[in-house]
């Protein structure tokens, strides 16, 4: 069972990248799938979460209306868009899933049970 995040890289402030979650060796249609992200020598933060069948997406303040959240069931796949990037958005991005979940908030990292192995974005001029 695995998740393998890809989309990362290095872009300037303002621009765009979306992130991809493939799960193989189980059908991610039936888990819920969070986002998170660490920074050099900061805790991990959750950044999103959906809900298996993509009804509920819940945002952290600090990226509410730059990112969406959205999955694609029939490809195993969840992405993460993230627009007007900004040099605190740099960390290694991680994805989760979790058969967990409460409508209209996210699960705690410690709920999940599955993680991949990260993809680093890079936001600088």
């Known amino acids: 069972l695995q998740l393998a995040e890809s989309g990362g890289g290095l872009v300037q402030p303002g621009g765009s990248l979306r992130l991809s979650c493939v799960a193989s060796g189980f059908t991610l249609a039936y888990y819920n799938i969070g986002w998170f992200r660490q920074a050099p020598g900061k805790e991990r933060e959750g950044v999103s979460c959906i809900s298996s069948s993509g009804g509920d997406t819940v945002y952290a303040d600090s990226v509410k209306g730059r990112f969406t959240i959205s999955r694609d069931n029939a490809k195993d796949t969840v992405y993460l868009q993230m627009n007007s990037l900004k040099p605190e958005d740099t960390a290694v991005y991680y994805c989760?899933?979790?058969?967990?979940?409460?409508?209209?908030?996210?699960?705690?990292?410690?709920?999940?049970?599955?993680w991949g192995q990260g993809t680093q974005v890079t936001v600088s001029s």
């Open positions: 989760a899933s979790t058969v967990r979940g409460r409508w209209g908030t996210c699960p705690a990292a410690s709920e999940y049970d599955f």
